[in-house]
């Protein structure tokens, strides 16, 4: 009786030795035979002592270690691979940087799965398995389609905001420098969290926008057409407009009465327009706010999403209508310094005539605009590309404090790519 009492806890014990084994086991090969090894080379020894101490019932104990072992072993070596994706149609690699620039970035996965980065964007895939990945939203907005499956498993970090998702179609955006969240799931639903922003699930046909500054969250059960109920607060001024107002002009136009904008105003048209942006359908995007009209477009719209209009203007080389909605969008912060970079690449970048000056008065137009967007955000996402820009104008100029502004560069970022050019300025 004593020794049956015994057996139990010597059993555990070597079950416990192979899980240890098992637990610390790394994914190659040659690691996996090695481990193999100790296991078995550890049931011999065993067993040998088992065998002087005339214990015939860790026989049993050992074989089924290395039986348990073993599976575990194949089971190790026969595991999924991980997801793996391609950027433009180019193989993509897990831990690298993805920006987009003036242009889109599309990313499909190999379980169907795509990702489009909007421009001005970054982003990284910062680890994939075989259910899915863990994504991580640095700045700008980040259309998904997640396939469904069983075991799906995706993680999308927007700043500091957790989106977990099964399978759906959603859209997100983060400003780190707005300190501003937005999610609108069209299919299927996601649960998210962050700050100000409690464990929640957000269902198709809904959004969820914070504004972490002012420690402020808001829900939208159909975020395309906001409801009169929605747009009026108790004093009836409208809601939905300030989330990205900070200078008093943007703050007096977000209070303006909700009753006393004409309905159609509110309807989808505007919201087409942005959503067409969104997805780099710029021409479209073009069309649908001439189709909606200009002026109604502004007032509709929220200081970013002129700055996403703006950006489409741009895109398809429409000046006047880039101009227009640069100039009403933000104007304070990386947001607003992307906006005054905005305009002095349309004053660059688009013919002269089409812009309606000479070129000389666009390349004026082009540095006054470059210093508007560093005083605005002198470290900010830009700043690197709008202090190379505006050096090499002044220097092409003649203007002496190119200098200036080169010592500037190299002293903020001595590895830019315009470094060797600043350091010939400096020292000539």
């Known amino acids: 009786m004593n020794g049956e009492a015994k057996k139990p806890s010597r059993v555990d014990a070597v079950f416990d030795d192979a899980r240890t084994i098992l637990d610390g086991l790394p994914s190659d090969e040659a690691a996996i035979a090695r481990a193999k090894r100790a296991v078995l080379d550890d049931g011999l020894d065993r067993s040998a002592r088992d065998r002087k101490s005339s214990r015939p ?17 194949l089971f190790v070596g026969r595991s ?4 793996t994706f391609a950027v433009d149609d180019a193989p993509g690699r897990t831990g690298a940087w993805l920006a987009a620039e003036s242009v889109p970035r599309t990313l499909r ?9 909007a421009p001005e964007s970054d982003a990284t895939i910062a680890s994939t398995t075989s259910r899915g990945a863990r994504v991580v939203l640095t700045r ?16 999308l970090d927007a700043g500091p905001f957790q989106i977990r998702v099964v399978g759906t179609a959603f859209e997100t955006e983060w400003s780190p420098d707005a300190a501003y969240f937005e999610l609108t799931v069209s299919e299927g639903a996601v649960e998210v969290e962050g700050p100000t922003l409690d464990a929640r699930i957000v269902r198709a ?30 004093s009836g001024v409208e809601t939905s407009d300030p989330e990205h107002a900070s200078t008093e002009a943007e703050l007096a136009e977000a209070a303006q009465p909700t009753r006393a904008r004409r309905a159609e105003d509110v309807r989808s048209e505007p919201n087409d327009a942005v959503t067409l942006a969104r997805s780099g359908r710029f021409a479209e995007a073009i069309a649908a706010v001439e189709a909606a009209g200009v002026e109604r477009v502004l007032r509709a719209s929220t200081p970013m999403e002129r700055l996403e209009l703006a950006d489409a203007a741009r895109y398809a080389r429409d000046a006047s ?14 947001a607003g310094a992307r906006a005054a970079f905005g305009l002095a690449r349309v004053a660059l970048d688009l013919p002269a005539d089409a812009a309606g000056s000479s070129a000389a ?10 210093r508007t967007s560093l005083r605005r955000s002198s ?25 200036e502004v080169a010592n500037e560069y190299l002293a903020q970022h001595p590895d830019g790519p315009q470094a060797e050019a600043a350091r010939r300025i400096v020292s000539p």
Do not use: C
Not at 80 to 83: F, I, R, S, V
Not at 207 to 232: F, G, L, N
Not at 363 to 368: D, F, G, H, M, S
């Open 321 to 334: 209508l880039a101009k227009r909605f640069y100039e009403a969008g933000p104007r304070t912060g990386d």
């Open 379 to 403: 470290r900010g996402a830009l700043a690197r590309e709008a202090r190379g820009r505006l050096m090499e104008l002044l220097h092409a100029s003649g203007d002496p404090s190119a200098r």
């Open 361 to 370: 008065a666009d390349r004026a137009e082009a540095i006054r605009w470059l």
């Open 140 to 155: 700008g907005r980040l259309r998904a389609q997640i396939t469904h499956r069983d075991d799906t498993e995706w993680n």
């Open 57 to 73: 019932w860790a026989w049993i104990a050992v074989s089924t270690t290395v039986v348990a072992a073993v599976v575990a072993l």
């Open 205 to 234: 046909g809904s959004a969820v926008r914070v504004w972490v500054r002012e420690e402020r969250a808001r829900t939208d059960e159909a975020p395309s057409v906001p409801r009169e109920s929605e747009a009026e607060s108790e």
């Open 109 to 117: 996965f190999d379980d169907a799965s795509e990702l489009v980065l």
């Open 80 to 83: 999924e691979p991980a997801l």
